[in-house]
């Protein structure tokens, strides 16, 4: 049994035509029936590097029955010079996060993904511990089953308190060892053993991983990295959905 946490990510690749640029996590959202795929922003765009892709290209499953199946999906990001991505500004400035629309009829008929929708948010009555296990469940340098096209999961735990806007802005941390490619990543964590035995998908949906986190100035020969990372608060996806 396949853990269907692991199908609602895929890997991303995105692109300036047919050079790849860099390698990313995203993850896949359902609302009211529509499909969108969730990551960073800066993975579409980042001025600050000159980085400007024109597409990005996940890889799906196409074969529920074996894994080892997959197929490229391309995804423009322009249409007539118009950016096709959804992003957000919040009261602490910008939000990295962006969400694509993906129109259910362009995907394989055979695709085999999983979803998160709205009711995998944290509820307004729920709290989440500070030191709670989670997981970021992505692709951290690129690194994956390469047989059977699936993510990998990283341990973390939360590292400042949920609910609260760290410093400001629109975003938690977490304490976790994470890489470049982690970048849109789920960062989720099991619903408790009473809510879970009920549940087929037993997974809250708390965040998504934007970067790791540093201080400066930082004496790189006396001071280790942090090791701490901002998660952006899922709920901006009711907005940007």
Do not use: C
């Amino acid at each position: 049994m396949i853990d269907p946490l692991l199908l609602t990510t895929a890997r991303l690749g995105a692109y300036d035509r047919q050079r790849l640029l860099t390698n990313a996590s995203s993850f896949f959202f359902e609302r009211n029936g529509r499909l969108f795929l969730v990551t960073s922003r800066h993975v579409l765009i980042d001025d600050a590097t000159g980085h400007l892709p024109n597409r990005i290209e996940i890889e799906l499953h196409t074969d529920p029955s074996n894994m080892a199946k997959s197929t490229g999906f391309s995804i423009p990001l322009y249409n007539g010079g118009k950016a096709l991505w959804r992003q957000a500004i919040d009261g602490g400035g910008p939000v990295d996060v962006a969400v694509i629309e993906i129109e259910r009829d362009a995907l394989p008929r055979t695709a085999s993904l999983y979803v998160f929708t709205p009711e995998n948010l944290i509820g307004s009555g729920e709290s989440v511990e500070i030191g709670s296990s989670l997981l970021i469940v992505g692709f951290p340098l690129g690194f994956h089953d390469t047989l059977h096209h699936m993510a990998v999961a990283r341990q973390a735990a939360l590292a400042s308190a949920f609910g609260l806007r760290f410093q400001g802005q629109g975003y938690f941390l977490t304490d976790a060892r994470t890489h470049r490619g982690s970048s849109g990543a789920p960062v989720v964590m099991r619903m408790p053993d009473g809510a879970a035995q009920d549940s087929v998908f037993p997974w809250r949906l708390l965040g998504i991983h934007g970067s790791r986190l540093d201080v400066s100035p930082r004496d790189r020969n006396a001071d280790e990295a942090l090791g701490l990372n901002i998660a952006w608060y899922a709920d901006i996806l009711l907005t940007l959905t």
